[in-house]
């Protein structure tokens, strides 16, 4: 998803910053526009470090004269690019250039060259807010299907109180995300989020683990938690921060995830299984380094408690999620967990594909259901795999039949 955030010149343009944050989380892609008197309140730089992207403030390109084609057709570019338009804070002068059509920059000539839903949050001195001329180019964009996120009463920054103060980030990113379609269609589930690796200690200053990042897990999560759902995650060492929202449980080895999962598990609706688990560790830990010696180290390794299929055996109406990460004859393995482990789906991902697997930002993943379905995606960001995994959560609860039946009309 791509969204324009046009920021006006008010006092509330420095709340545009983490408005950037916040919709970056839902997984958007936020390219902000300044008016030239926005510009009076924060600057381009802190959404450029924020976005990546450069901040379009200027019609024309001024290093070269406007005589850069790309840059005079920029803001059609923009505005066949965007999903949605978004202006927050607005101000009273641009609500009214936006209510009459007049387009004297970039941000006013994109709302008008846009055929995307257009999103308004205004913020303004009440008197301004409540003046006759205001009411009017409001209701003008909303009688035009512009959805006003209205602006709450307060103490507001130029000393007076009522109406005017911008409404909080959470209201604007909640109407960003219903034009959007993105949906908070998971307000009934609790849903527990294995993510990471495990380690298995030889001795106290070495141990065994794997690639995983958490990435994967993580997305899961924050993608979940989007969508309403009461989120644990339960991780092992990695080096995110757990997403916002969510009950966090650090462990470190297999045995300390087993019971962490055992644990939350009874209050569950779903279980996903993204960590990369130890299959072995060491029978015999050291507690003492082991000293180096000429010649071979045999180490004795012994099999993990196989989490995902042990809560499977007790799953009663909760959906299984595991993931298989495979380097060769990827359906055939990640069938025969789907039937090992009893899960209700599987995630298959092949680790050694471009762009796929351990610590990427991206991932490929192919679906496969107990019906015997399968459904195969192309390489996305993990947050938008995680939302695909997620649309099929609350199918896997149905009987396999009617689960099918929903996923075919979809
Ligand atoms: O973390 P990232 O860097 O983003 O990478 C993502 C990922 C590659 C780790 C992820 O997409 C993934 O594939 N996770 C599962 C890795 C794995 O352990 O796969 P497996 O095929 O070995 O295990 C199958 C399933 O059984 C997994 O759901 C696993 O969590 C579970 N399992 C495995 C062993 C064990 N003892 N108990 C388990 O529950």
Not at 141 to 170: D, I, Q
Not at 326 to 336: D, G, I, K, Q, Y
């Amino acid at each position: 998803m791509r969204v324009a955030l046009g920021v006006s010149g008010g006092v509330a343009a420095y709340k545009a910053a983490e408005l950037v944050r916040q919709l970056q989380r839902e997984g958007i892609d936020v390219q902000v526009v300044m008016t030239e008197s926005a510009r009076q309140f924060i600057t381009p730089l802190t959404f450029a470090a924020l976005t990546g992207q450069k901040v379009i403030t200027e019609m024309f390109d001024g290093e070269s004269g406007g005589a850069n084609v790309e840059s005079a057709i920029e803001h059609i570019a923009v505005a066949q690019r965007i999903d949605l338009l978004v202006v927050a804070p607005a101000t009273a002068n641009v609500i009214a250039k936006m209510a009459r059509g007049v387009a004297d920059d970039f941000l006013t000539t994109l709302y008008l060259a846009t055929t995307a839903p257009v999103v308004v949050a205004p913020a303004m001195n009440v008197n301004m807010w409540e003046h006759a001329a205001t009411r009017e180019n409001v209701e003008a964009l909303r009688a035009r299907g512009v959805h006003v996120v209205p602006p709450e009463e307060g103490y507001l920054a130029c000393g007076m109180t009522g109406a005017g103060r911008l409404a909080s980030v959470e209201s604007i990113v909640g109407a960003v995300c219903a034009r959007l379609g993105i949906a908070h269609d998971l307000q009934e589930e609790t849903i527990v989020v294995t993510a990471g690796p495990t380690c298995e200690d030889l001795d106290p200053v070495r141990f065994l683990t794997n690639r995983s990042s958490g990435k994967m897990g993580y997305a899961l999560a924050q993608a979940a938690s989007r969508r309403g759902a009461r989120v644990i995650l339960i991780s092992g060492p990695t080096r995110l921060d757990p997403p916002q929202g969510v009950q966090f449980v650090a462990v470190r080895s297999t045995e300390e995830m087993h019971r962490a999962v055992l644990e939350h598990f009874p209050s569950a609706t779903a279980l996903i299984m993204a960590a990369a688990v130890a299959d072995y560790r060491p029978v015999s830990p050291q507690t003492k380094k082991i000293k180096r010696a000429n010649g071979r180290l045999n180490l004795e390794l012994e099999s993990t408690p196989d989490i995902l299929a042990d809560m499977a055996r007790g799953k009663g109406n909760r959906a299984i999620v595991g993931f298989a990460a495979e380097t060769e004859n990827v359906a055939a393995h990640a069938r025969a967990k789907l039937e090992s482990k009893q899960a209700d789906l599987i995630v298959a991902n092949d680790v050694t594909a471009d762009g796929a697997g351990f610590d990427h930002d991206t991932n490929i993943i192919t679906l496969y259901f107990r019906d015997g379905s399968e459904k195969a995606f192309a390489r996305m960001p993990k947050i938008d795999a995680a939302h695909r995994i997620l649309d099929e959560l609350r199918g896997l609860r149905q009987p396999v039949g009617q689960a099918a039946a929903t996923r075919r009309a979809r």
